[in-house]
């Protein structure tokens, strides 16, 4: 009895390898026609790849599956047979934008939003629900299955002492190496800190120095970085003495040139969030968007490094919820260039985001989230507004052609 039933398991096995030969000899030309389709090519369009580098006129990217495979020159480089050949004359392509500062509580109608404009990744600098953090780095993963979604990087809860600005309290620095390292456990991104004790006569108890030196080892030690909410040249100096990453508002009091240096020599990285700044002058009758534009535009003379980031629903004042043009066209009032600002909104956004080795230039190996616009935005920046196409992971998911 078991011996029939071994041979006839060995028969079936045998057929069904005898098949599956069979088929796979078959299906050959066939595969070979579907990969073709997952080859994309951009052809004759004018390329700005997000490093800083003089435009590439008639560019030419290859892109298979996700990546980046060739991108140059058109008259370097050869279009696969087969591929899907989209010819950009007269337009323009870059990396897919960011927005590195944003408070949507994970919203799915956003992330679409976000990225139909072109903004294929946002940073969300504080979840502010209130679900557990398994809860919500599990959000975050199924968000990021979606291709019609921004992808999202996310620190989770904002991180401050008991009563302080934010929502994730620490009560000692050997608490806040435990719940930082909860934190990261649970799938933070980057961790979010606040270095803030007044805003508007809203005063706050603050994490101590040290306890802020600890979340910045444990996160460091994990291979995260820090961003450290700040609206004053006071908390910027703790920040830098610290050792944080990137600070998350420009401070609205008058910047000491010594404190630029210092963010430079530390390689410190600015998130102007000019666009909140003039919402909240606006509403109270203040002057800190000019003087957050001052300051912005010494610290970029000086060599500073900034990203885009807008606080979008982090306070009650108007956000655009696309393309963040206001902050863009704020940030070229204050002096940035168009360069500048794009090389702001792509490689220094993906560098804050702690993602610059998947994304945010345009080169072989990286991720391919890619946008064509209709214009050239070094002539105007106005023109990161007229999206043609946006690409995500190597995906068309917004086309006008
Ligand atoms: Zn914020």
């Not at 992808?151 to 809860?157: D, E, F, N, T």
């Not at 009563?163 to 309290?169: L, M, P, T």
């Not at 610059?356 to 230039?361: A, F, H, I, N």
Request: charged residues 20%; contains cysteine; negative net charge.
């Amino acid at each position: 009895m078991k011996k029939n039933i071994g041979s006839k398991i060995l028969i079936i096995l045998l057929l069904n390898i005898i098949v599956s030969i069979f088929l796979i000899g078959c299906s050959n030309p066939e595969d070979n026609s579907e990969k073709n389709n997952e080859v994309l090519a951009l052809i004759n369009g004018t390329l700005i790849d997000g490093s800083g580098l003089e435009p590439i006129f008639n560019a030419t990217i290859i892109i298979r599956d996700e990546y980046i495979e060739e991108i140059g020159q058109s008259s370097d480089i050869e279009v696969p047979d087969g591929a899907n050949i989209i010819d950009i004359s007269g337009k323009v392509m870059l990396p897919g934008f960011f927005n590195t500062h944003v408070h949507s509580n994970f919203s799915d109608n956003n992330l679409k939003t976000w990225a139909k404009a072109g903004v294929t990744t946002v940073r969300d600098l504080g979840y502010l629900g209130n679900n557990s953090l398994e809860q919500v780095f599990t959000a975050r993963n199924d968000l990021n299955t979606d291709l019609t979604n921004a992808h999202l990087v996310a620190s989770g809860p904002l991180v401050t002492t008991v009563g302080g600005y934010g929502s994730f309290e620490v009560t000692s620095p050997e608490d806040a190496r435990i719940k930082v390292q909860t934190l990261i456990d649970s799938g933070a991104d980057i961790i979010k800190i606040a270095i803030e004790d007044n805003l508007q006569g809203r005063t706050w108890p603050m994490l101590s120095m040290d306890e802020i030196i600890v979340i910045v080892n444990t996160a460091h030690e994990n291979g995260v970085p820090v961003s450290a909410h700040i609206s004053r040249s006071e908390h910027l100096e703790m920040a830098i003495e610290a050792g944080v990453d990137d600070v998350a508002h420009m401070v609205i009091d008058v910047l000491p040139d010594s404190l630029i240096t210092q963010m430079i020599e530390h390689d410190m990285y600015w998130e102007p969030t000019l666009e909140l700044w003039k919402g909240v002058s606006e509403m109270y009758s203040l002057n800190w968007d000019n003087i957050a534009m001052n300051n912005l535009g010494r610290f970029v003379n000086a060599g500073g490094k900034v990203a885009i980031g807008t606080d979008f629903g982090g306070y009650t004042t108007e956000f655009d919820s696309g393309m963040p043009i206001r902050e863009i066209q704020m940030m070229e009032d204050a002096g940035m260039s168009p360069m500048q600002i794009i090389i702001a909104g792509t490689k220094n956004a993906a560098h804050v985001c702690n993602i610059e080795d998947k994304l945010g230039t345009l080169e072989i190996g990286k991720l391919a989230d890619i946008i064509v616009v209709e214009a050239d935005p070094l002539d105007d920046i106005e023109a990161l507004v007229n999206i043609q196409i946006v690409i995500h992971n190597g995906t068309i998911i917004h086309t006008l052609f």
